[in-house]
Structures are given as structure tokens and as C-alpha cells.
């Protein structure tokens, strides 16, 4: 069956702009997940989806970063005024529950970079 | 003290050997531990999980996990090229709204 999509693969942006980073998680799977991956910070969690629950925010690093997940399935991370700490692979993953036991698949992320 | 610690590497070993990695986490009340494993380049593909004490075995691979010593391990019996990657152990901590707290990975490179 089809994984975790993300789109764009890759976006280069002028710092200062915002973008829109989309996630299509695998069908039925109720809770969704951002991450980021940077050389210097290792892969770390920003954002995390429970079916119609308010999301859990603790990870985003600054209030530029925001995050909805429309329907219950698709989620799109917006990052306002882009900086250039801000260069990373974003990643999505998606689990059936949001149990302790409850594994998480990514998607291929999307890579990008802050002129 | 980080909360989940990996070996940075990088780990070489021969074509067929067995390669170890290891992974120790600082909360005590921990459950779910995972390995994913990456190639550069690539997104984090599950490997294995393990929630219970012991070994768990899965084709080449072997979990294992000791909770009193805070210490979970991958093994990788006949390694193969194939199998050089960077190997990620991820932790849900307990308290955590279920996001994966991920070691800073183990470069693995399997020679020829």
C-alpha cells in the first residue's frame, strides 16, 4: 500500500519567505508527527496529530512554525519569515494509534533550504 | 546527559561479521524502543522494536533489550554491503505525547 507521501521533495526559498511543507499520511492512520533532521541537531520532533485532538506543540522551536492537519489526514507545516537555521529535511511520520506501542513510518521528507 | 546515546562511530566491519550497535537511554520509565536505519540521503526506515526484556529476532537482525541497565543493543549477523547505513535507536519516553526521541545514530559501513 501506498507510505507517508510529502511534497515538495525539495524547496529553496529567499530568507524572509514563508513556505508550506505538505504531508499525506498512510490511510487510517490517526496520528501524525513533524520532525526535523539538521546536521548540527540531529533528528528532532516539532509536532505531533491525535485524530481531532489539539495538537501537541512542544517541539516547534520559535512561533513562526505552525502546523494543521485538515480532515484528520492530510497536515501541512508552515514556516513564516524563513531564517536560515531553519535549513533541514522535514520529516513526517504517521502511526495507526498514538500508543506507547505504536510504530511510525516516514515519509521521504522534504529538503530545505534558506538562501 | 543526553537522553537517548549512541556511539557516534563510525563502525567498520568485514562482509559476514556480526556488527553491534549499542544505545542506552536515561529514563528509567521507558516502553517502546526502535531501530530505524537510514542511507544517507534517505528517510528513517524501521528496522526493529522491542518492549519487552531479552532478545527479540528478526532474519538477520536481533533486539536486545536490558531495562535495568537502561541499554538497548541491534544485531546484525552476516552483514552484507548492503547493510551500510546509519543505524538511528529511538526512544518514546515516558511522559512524551508519543513523539520518538532519537539517538544522534551510528554510521555503520560493512567492507567488501
Redesign the interface.
Known amino acids: 500500500g501506498a507510505g507517508v507521501s510529502q511534497s515538495p521533495s525539495n524547496k529553496v526559498t529567499e530568507k524572509g519567505k514563508d513556505v508550506e511543507l505538505r504531508c499525506d499520511p498512510i490511510s487510517g492512520h490517526t496520528a501524525l508527527y513533524w520532525y526535523r533532521q539538521s546536521l548540527g541537531q540531529g533528528l528532532e520532533f516539532l509536532i505531533y496529530f491525535q485524530g481531532n485532538s489539539a495538537p501537541d506543540k512542544s517541539g516547534l522551536p520559535s512561533d513562526r512554525f505552525s502546523a494543521e492537519r485538515t480532515g484528520g489526514s492530510v497536515s501541512t507545516l508552515t514556516i513564516q519569515r524563513t531564517q536560515q537555521e531553519d535549513s533541514a529535511v522535514y520529516l513526517c511520520a504517521s502511526s495507526f494509534l498514538a500508543g506507547v506501542f505504536d510504530t511510525q513510518y516516514f515519509g521521504p521528507g522534504t529538503r530545505l533550504t534558506v538562501l | 546527559q543526553k537522553e537517548v546515546e549512541q556511539n557516534s562511530g563510525p563502525l567498520s566491519v568485514p562482509e559476514g561479521a556480526i556488527a553491534s550497535l549499542n544505545c542506552t537511554y536515561s529514563d528509567r520509565g521507558s516502553?517502546?524502543f526502535?531501530w530505524?536505519r537510514q542511507y544517507s540521503g534517505?528517510?528513517?526506515?524501521?528496522i526493529m522494536?522491542i518492549?519487552s526484556n531479552g532478545d527479540k529476532e528478526d532474519g538477520r537482525f536481533t533486539a536486545q533489550l536490558n531495562k535495568a541497565s537502561q541499554y538497548v543493543s541491534l544485531l546484525i549477523r552476516d552483514s552484507q554491503p548492503s547493510d551500510s547505513a546509519t543505524y538511528?535507536c529511538a526512544v518514546?519516553l515516558s511522559g512524551s505525547?508519543?513523539?520518538?526521541?532519537?539517538?544522534?545514530?551510528t554510521q555503520l559501513t560493512v567492507l567488501p
Open positions: 516502553q517502546s526502535f530505524y534517505k528517510s528513517p526506515e524501521l522494536f518492549y538511528l518514546i505525547a508519543r513523539q520518538l526521541t532519537f539517538g544522534s545514530g
